[in-house]
């Protein structure tokens, strides 16, 4: 898992993939590798797998904020601005101490620019 976390940063995206499948296969109980290689397919662009891979972190953890955190940047990216609220806001509530001013920040333009577009 380290290693695929370091191809990601490098931009090694493929390989950083590989690795990550390698280790869901090894270590299908972990929560940890499904927020791994969601975040993987998240910088692919692969949203719907991403989104598989947190569910399926939380359904291991359902307190692991960071796969709220992970689909709430998605849902952000999709512009479904009040899922992406929704989920920053679980993440916050679950680890209040986890950089809560910027992603109460992150919310609050969110939500600005819904109220904007209606």
């Known amino acids: 898992m380290a290693r695929s976390s370091i191809y990601l940063n490098?931009?090694?995206n493929n390989l950083?993939?590989?690795?990550?499948n390698k280790a869901v296969e090894l270590n299908p109980d972990n929560p940890a590798v499904y927020n791994n290689r969601g975040l993987v397919y998240h910088n692919l662009k692969q949203y719907d797998s991403a989104l598989l891979d947190y569910n399926k972190a939380l359904e291991l953890a359902p307190k692991n904020f960071k796969a709220y955190k992970g689909r709430g940047m998605i849902y952000s990216e999709l512009q479904e601005y009040a899922r992406a609220i929704e989920e920053l806001n679980k993440c916050i509530e679950i680890y209040p101490e986890l950089n809560a001013v910027n992603l109460r920040r992150h919310?609050?333009?969110m939500l600005h620019k819904t109220k904007a577009e209606q």
């Open 10 to 12: 490098i931009g090694q």
């Open 107 to 109: 919310c609050d333009y």
């Open 16 to 20: 950083a993939l590989k690795d990550a």
